[in-house]
């Protein structure tokens, strides 16, 4: 299966697509010809930028992707098998607050082709088999709410049966507050599948943080990756600046949440370049492996 596709709209679509066709789901980061950095604010022909891994080729800031680029990236050709497409949020609380909550997933799954904010499966990783979650900031900024969490979840589950290694990317604003406390359980939820996957069964866990990653998503299963691996200049963090400030009353130095600051405090283990990652994850699954072999043979 093509990365990106959804066959049931195929099915239904207009004669263009039934000529054999996948239909590729249009969710340009950076609609239109023309894309600006955000960090020199430098124009970026959107093509170039595209195959530039959407890196600024100016002043190699890493501008974000959307999780089909991701997936792309990461997973070998025709090898992904996605898991979980079908969930989509109820609206329990019926909450509203400029907009209804039914609205903004309405909104937010037309304009992105997806259901929810983050995409899981299975699929080749240099010819291993892989576990792989992936968090799309462009629907609604990557907030996790039950289906989230659910679908990770059952990821989790699905890999520690299966026993594959698991690589989460993640990139959100934390929780999602229109579901309230059913969108915090789902950190507590995360991170008991994950003590299963890791504690129990002895399996790698690589957590992969882009810009951004905050709130709920850093403070469960963002962190607790065997390996945490950031992009570069990706701001990492559990409560924003402006709220630390108002807590602490008193000024934080600029950089302070960034993943250079992280990585000299110890809380990373590796900041990777995006056109590195595909070599770095395989060799480190290779050594990391050996770990659980290693340790039945001591018994
Ligand atoms: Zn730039």
């Known amino acids: 299966m093509i990365i990106g596709t959804f066959p049931e709209e195929t099915s239904e679509d207009s004669s263009e697509d039934r000529k054999g066709k996948e239909k590729q789901i249009?969710?340009?980061?950076?609609?239109?010809l023309w894309a600006r950095c955000d960090n020199c604010e430098n124009t970026l022909y959107v093509k170039f930028l595209k195959q530039n891994?959407?890196?600024?080729d100016e002043c190699g800031f890493h501008l974000r992707m959307n999780s089909i680029e991701r997936i792309e990236l990461l997973i070998d050709r025709d090898t992904w098998i996605p898991m979980?497409?079908?969930?989509?949020?109820i609206d329990v609380l019926d909450f509203s607050d400029e907009d209804f909550y039914h609205n903004r997933i309405a909104n937010s799954q037309e304009d992105t082709g997806l259901t929810d904010a983050v995409q899981t499966g299975i699929g080749h990783l240099e010819g291993k088999s892989i576990a792989l979650g992936v968090m799309d900031f462009s629907f609604m900024g990557g907030s996790m709410g039950s289906v989230v969490g659910e679908?990770?979840?059952?990821?989790i589950e699905y890999a520690t049966h299966e026993s594959l290694p698991l690589i989460i990317v993640c990139a959100s604003g934390g929780a999602r507050m229109q579901e309230g406390t059913l969108s915090l359980m789902q950190m507590a939820k995360i991170s008991s599948a994950l003590q299963k996957f890791q504690v129990q069964k002895k399996l790698p866990y690589?957590?992969?943080?882009?810009?951004?990653?905050?709130?709920?998503v850093t403070a469960s299963f963002g962190m607790s990756g065997d390996i945490i691996i950031a992009e570069p200049e990706a701001y990492i963090a559990f409560a924003g600046k402006r709220v630390i400030e108002q807590t602490l009353r008193q000024k934080i130095p600029d950089?302070?949440?960034s993943a250079e600051s992280l990585f000299d405090n110890g809380l990373l283990d590796l900041i990777v370049p995006?056109?590195?990652?595909?070599?770095?994850?395989s060799e480190i699954?290779?050594?990391?492996?050996?770990?659980?072999?290693?340790?039945?043979?001591?018994?």
Not at 84 to 89: I, K, L, S
Not at 209 to 214: D, G, K, Q, R, V
Not at 274 to 281: A, E, S, T
Not at 285 to 296: G, K, Q, S, V, W
């Open 274 to 281: 995006r056109n590195l990652p595909k070599g770095v994850l």
């Open 84 to 89: 979980d497409e079908d969930m989509t949020a």
């Open 206 to 216: 690589i957590s992969v943080l882009t810009h951004p990653t905050t709130g709920g």
């Open 151 to 155: 679908k990770i979840t059952r990821l």
């Open 26 to 32: 249009n969710i340009n980061t950076h609609k239109g």
């Open 53 to 56: 891994k959407s890196i600024c």
């Open 285 to 299: 699954f290779e050594l990391y492996c050996l770990a659980p072999y290693r340790d039945r043979q001591k018994r």
């Open 255 to 257: 950089g302070f949440q």
